[in-house]
């Protein structure tokens, strides 16, 4: 286990600047442009993966950070340039991992280089989990996967929707329900291949925030995927739903609660995503309090704005340390007896919301305008108390995990 300290190592503070200086010099410069077209700045992508940020061996050696911080620093650092960029660049990593955590050795090695592409050729890879009518409620999932033992095949069926890169991407990780009587327990993964028919693309959003994100619906409509593509291999999900029906006849609940694990495990990333957004629009309205002068003097010297940027950094502050100590926790292999995942997204998402909101404030008119960078910051800043569970999501698991109630 690693020794908690509130100090990066050398090795670290290494690895932010290099990120800070990508997103300064790359990321930043871009963002209005991206943010207007509301198309997926594939250059950028380009730009990240020459330099190696955008790639597998990268976000691995973040993940295996043996104190947790290697991840919420990439985030913050990466959505301080911009957050639909960042996402862009990181949205595949959603689906990389989720063949890390469930895939064999040889899907591993199969899939997850499909889904980067390499510096000459970047591809993207698409995650799709949430459906119109299962958002948090991952248990009323309708997509559906049923074998075809006579072609080693699985047939899959729905719709899904909010997923990052859908449509466009060379590798799709799609979530289904194998067995609807077991809720969230009867799911398993599946990788779609690129080309594979009957999957197409279905509306694209156009959003208020993250633009540059490219998220959509993707329609399965009789998707024919090899036995090979179900990750984990079909013997292994015989054995997990065998076991998942003799935990569900003896209590229920334990499974319910179970599946929460790995969402608490995932939200202090998405914390981070916010601390980044959030930092970035207090840095803007610093600079602007300090240069910008009314009655003769710069208005940080009026306490009414002064004291919004106090509350700001400490706010910003506090959602560090939470997101720092939820991850920590989870290397650590300590539970999250209090949901302290949640509580980092949760209080780190509510930070930016109202941070970039002040921000605005700060700058009067011209932070109503685009010529400022934190009219766009505040937009993106909508997102973090949205995805990956809403702020009421988060409220309920943290009430409920106190409560000792089922998390339903």
Not at 17 to 29: K, N, Q, S, T
Not at 61 to 82: C, K, R, S, V
Not at 126 to 131: G, P, Q
Not at 224 to 251: F, M, Y
Request: glycine share 10%.
């Amino acid at each position: 286990m690693a020794e908690f300290t509130m100090e990066l190592n050398d090795e670290q503070r290494e690895v932010r600047d290099w990120l800070h200086g990508f997103a300064a010099d790359v990321i930043r410069p871009a963002a209005a442009e991206w943010d207007e077209r509301e198309e997926t700045p594939w250059p950028v992508i380009q730009e990240a993966a020459k330099v190696g940020i955008y790639s597998l061996d990268f976000y691995a050696q973040q993940y295996f950070d043996p104190t947790g911080l290697g991840i919420p620093m990439a985030m913050e650092e990466l959505f301080w340039g911009d957050a639909g960029i960042a996402l862009s660049i990181v949205g595949t990593g959603l689906a990389a991992v989720g063949v890390l955590a469930n895939g064999t050795e040889e899907q591993i090695g199969t899939w997850i280089p499909q889904m980067y592409g390499d510096q000459n050729d970047v591809k993207v890879a698409a995650f799709c989990s949430s459906e119109p009518d299962a958002g948090s409620d991952v248990a009323a999932m309708r997509t559906r996967a049923v074998y075809d033992e006579a072609k080693d095949e699985w047939v899959i069926n729905g719709t899904k929707t909010w997923a990052t890169n859908g449509g466009i991407a060379n590798v799709h990780v799609v979530v289904a329900s194998v067995d609807a009587e077991l809720g969230s327990k009867g799911h398993a993964s599946f990788i779609v291949p690129p080309g594979t028919q009957g999957l197409a693309q279905g509306q694209k959003f156009k959003k208020h925030g993250i633009r540059a994100s490219h998220t959509a619906e993707v329609i399965l409509d009789n998707v024919r995927v090899p036995g090979s593509c179900l990750l984990g291999g079909k013997e292994k999900l015989d054995e997990r739903l065998a076991r998942a029906r003799e935990k569900a006849r003896a209590g229920g609940e334990r499974v319910k609660n179970a599946a929460m694990a790995t969402f608490e495990a995932s939200r202090p990333a998405v914390g981070a995503m916010a601390v980044g957004t959030a930092r970035a629009a207090y840095e803007v309205a610093l600079d602007y309090a300090r240069t910008r002068e009314q009655f003769g003097r710069p208005i940080i010297d009026n306490q009414g704005v002064a004291f919004q940027l106090a509350d700001m950094r400490t706010q910003i502050d506090a959602a560090r340390l939470l997101v720092w100590r939820a991850s920590w926790m989870a290397v650590s292999g300590k539970p999250f007896t209090a949901a302290e995942g949640s509580m980092s997204k949760l209080f780190a998402s509510e930070t930016a919301k109202k941070v970039t909101a002040q921000a605005v404030q700060i700058l009067g008119g011209n932070g109503y305008t685009r010529e400022y960078p934190v009219e766009r910051m505040h937009r993106d800043s909508a997102i973090y108390t949205i995805f990956e569970g809403t702020s009421e999501i988060q409220r309920l698991v943290i009430a409920r995990t106190l409560s000792g109630l089922p998390i339903r």
